[in-house]
């Protein structure tokens, strides 16, 4: 076999794999969601116009994605999704910049430890994590309860169910996906360039906003992403812990798919949802890629 015949056969490995679990799902969604929900098995009408039993046609319909802007149901949810995840990522940086920055200035010895801590909660299921902390803010949990014996409250403060309980929710799940990234940027950065900032006159903030954050974005960037793209479309965080006044995307998918049974308008739901975070994605990869060039 060629070189140029093995170079085809180990990229041909990644692009079927591609399409095998990435495309034909994709068209698979696209396709119901360009049809009609009826009561039949499938519980939506045939993409292609039969005649005889021989294809003669498309039938698609665009009345879903039209339901879809005109109801404000599905706008607000859209953004009330947007606006969750927003913040939530946002909130992730805040926290998980710090966390990545003394990892990566840690001892040698003491990085490894220090990561295990951070990815310690993966090792056990996300819905037991999730209880656990409906535990803690519950009225008789052990916030409220702490509060009491101090003196400090008369009665049980409401945690739970609020808009405060999802984004604690939603950073606790996936602030190690905003430390990982940074984490692996930072680490790389030499420290001669802070030498550098220090003997021309840079004080240490000066320098951290001059040549370690600069040099970081594409880590802030990255743990961005896996943040806000998984935060967009959560429902098990917003179901247990925000109560039902607690609006995003995923709870109108879980409705429209699992109890009004309409299939056609829950996967225009996911198609939508799908365009939405492909726009920061191409951002992300329009910015690193000018970033690659200046380097």
């Not at 607000?76 to 999704?81: H, P, R, V």
């Amino acid at each position: 076999m060629s070189a140029k015949l093995r170079r085809r056969a180990v990229l041909a490995l990644p692009w079927l794999w591609t399409v095998l679990f990435f495309f034909l799902p994709l068209a698979l969604v696209v396709k119901i969601s360009l049809a009609t929900s009826q009561l039949s098995v499938p519980p939506y009408s045939d993409f292609f116009a039969r005649t005889n039993g021989a294809v003669t046609g498309i039938r698609a319909n665009l009345d879903n994605y039209g339901l879809l802007f005109s109801d404000a149901l599905y706008v607000k949810a859209y953004l009330s999704s947007v606006k969750i995840a927003a913040i939530s990522t946002v909130l992730a940086l805040l926290l998980g910049y710090p966390m990545a920055y003394g990892i990566a200035h840690a001892a040698p010895t003491r990085r490894p430890l220090l990561l295990v801590l951070v990815t310690l909660p993966f090792w056990t299921s996300f819905l037991v994590r999730i209880y656990a902390w409906m535990g803690i803010l519950r009225p008789g949990g052990t916030i409220n309860t702490a509060l009491q014996a101090l003196g400090l409250i008369d009665e049980p403060l409401r945690l739970l169910n609020t808009p405060g309980a999802v984004y604690l929710g939603i950073v606790y799940a996936y602030l190690p996906f905003m430390v990982l990234p940074l984490y692996a940027r930072l680490e790389k950065q030499d420290p001669a360039l802070l030498e550098a900032a220090a003997d021309l006159g840079a004080r240490p903030w000066q320098a951290f906003l001059r040549v370690t954050l600069p040099l970081s974005l594409p880590g802030v960037l990255a743990g961005c992403l896996l943040v806000f793209i998984p935060a967009v479309g959560e429902f098990v965080i917003p179901e247990l812990m925000g109560g039902p006044d607690t609006l995003m995307i995923g709870r109108v998918l879980w409705n429209e798919f699992f109890t009004n049974h309409d299939w056609p308008l829950s996967a225009a739901v996911t198609v939508l949802l799908l365009i939405v975070l492909v726009v920061p994605v191409a951002l992300f990869q329009t910015v690193q890629a000018r970033a690659e060039k200046r380097l």
